[in-house]
């Protein structure tokens, strides 16, 4: 068998911090053993060491793609002033406290996906700071002229954590309404 062309390593690199980036959120970084991630990217548990030192330099990198795959459409209106803010904060709080949000982990808000691993994950890694910065720019996306924006973010990002603890309760969709209403406010 030969070898791959650079662009094929790129392409599997991709591929590889992709599908962790899914995984982790959805699973947990320790839920994901490197053979199980290789096997959902389509390739061989060997390779893994061909594009990382380690499982800990994937979750950096992962944790970075997943805030770099945070939609930009949810953003829109939201660095205008006056009523097209509001109305974008308001969109994006109603999206993000659907149950939609609540049932699509893998594709969800690192934020709230991430939130475990990164407070038993090592406090000086590259993935604690990207996180940290993730958490600052949502902060600042849900800021209006009378706040920062940290109790907005607080109250979405538990609610979505809590309202999937407890999915398959009726809890869990009051969890969603009683936040959307308090973070729409």
Do not use: W
Request: contains cysteine.
């Amino acid at each position: 068998m030969g070898r791959v062309s650079k662009e094929q390593a790129q392409e599997n690199r991709r591929r590889i911090v992709d599908t962790a980036s899914r995984l982790f959120r959805e699973q947990g970084t320790a839920g994901v053993s490197v053979a199980d991630l290789m096997k959902a990217a389509g390739l061989t548990h060997g390779g893994f060491y061909k594009h990382f030192d380690s499982k800990e330099a994937l979750v950096d990198e992962a944790t970075a793609r997943a805030f770099d795959g945070v939609g930009t459409s949810d953003r829109q209106g939201a660095d205008t002033d006056g009523d097209a803010a509001r109305d974008a904060r308001r969109a994006f709080v109603e999206n993000y406290l659907s149950p939609e949000h609540r049932d699509d982990m893998a594709g969800g808000c690192p934020t709230a996906g991430l939130a475990t691993d990164m407070a038993r994950g090592a406090t000086g890694s590259a993935a604690r700071h990207t996180y940290a910065e993730g958490v600052r720019e949502f902060a600042r996306r849900m800021a209006d002229d009378d706040d920062d924006g940290l109790v907005r973010l607080s109250t979405m990002v538990g609610a979505l954590i809590l309202a999937r603890a407890v999915h398959g309760d009726p809890l869990s969709d009051a969890l969603l309404a009683a936040a959307r209403a308090e973070a729409s406010a």
